[in-house]
T-cell receptor, first 113, second 113 residues
Framework: EPEVTQTPSHQVTQMGQEVILRCVPISNHLYFYWYRQILGQKVEFLVSFYNNEISEKSEIFDDQFSVERPDGSNFTLKIRSTKLEDSAMYFC???????????FGDGTRLSIL | AQSVTQLGSHVSVSEGALVLLRCNYSSSVPPYLFWYVQYPNQGLQLLLKYTTGATLVKGINGFEAEFKKSETSFHLTKPSAHMSDAAEYFCAVSEPAGNKLTFGGGTRVLVKP
């Protein structure tokens, strides 16, 4: 069964540095998402992406964050000037259309030191 | 705004016993409802979903859930727990054909032999 693939599985970064989290959605999917889960807290929606643009974003997704689909297969989340509170598990998800459920990757654990 | 409450962050059941995980939601419109499971070091896997139609929904691994509009609930059950059911379970809600998922806090299930 096709899967959403996320790399790396664990990223350790110094505070203030930029980090890029990578996702390869399922190949025929058209809607893409990023969520995050801070340890001990709920899974939170960050951003959705459709037709090469952001379709919705949460209050968390401020100017520090950006997303890109650079080559038709990858979907990336960039976090600039990382802060300690950015430490979390970041999940990528995709779906084929708005009526189908989202499929999630295994996540990237981001640790900011 | 939508919200999801899962009663009990941890549930312990004996192998062969009934598994009951509670989920209540708040939504201004009839929602779409989902249960996801997360095994250790893995992503979120869809167990089942309710969109429209029959209110009793069957999912994978012997799980089922019933949508009760009057109680704003979508509780997950399995008649007989198996050791492999040990995982964390997340209830989530979206607007009909909506974009983002709103998650509950999760319930971690421990299965005792």
């Amino acid at each position: 069964e096709p899967e959403v693939t996320q790399t790396p599985s664990h990223q350790v970064t110094q505070m203030g540095q930029e980090v890029i989290l990578r996702c390869v959605p399922i190949s025929n999917h058209l809607y893409f998402y990023w969520y995050r889960q801070i340890l001990g807290q709920k899974v939170e929606f960050l951003v959705s992406f459709y037709n090469n643009e952001i379709s919705e974003k949460s209050e968390i997704f401020d100017d520090q964050f950006s997303v890109e689909r650079p080559d038709g297969s990858n979907f990336t989340l960039k976090i600039r000037s990382t802060k300690l509170e950015d430490s979390a598990m970041y999940f990528c998800a995709s779906r084929i259309n708005i009526n189908q459920p989202q499929h999630f990757g295994d996540g990237t654990r981001l640790s900011i030191l | 705004a939508q919200s999801v409450t899962q009663l009990g962050s941890h549930v312990s059941v004996s192998e062969g016993a009934l598994v009951l995980l509670r989920c209540n939601y708040s939504s201004s419109v009839p929602p779409y409802l989902f249960w996801y499971v997360q095994y250790p070091n893995q992503g979120l896997q869809l167990l089942l979903k309710y969109t429209t139609g029959a209110t009793l929904v069957k999912g994978i691994n012997g799980f089922e859930a019933e949508f009760k509009k009057s109680e704003t609930s979508f509780h997950l059950t399995k008649p007989s727990a198996h050791m492999s059911d040990a995982a964390e379970y997340f209830c989530a809600v979206s607007e009909p054909a909506g974009n983002k998922l709103t998650f509950g806090g999760g319930t971690r299930v421990l299965v005792k032999p």
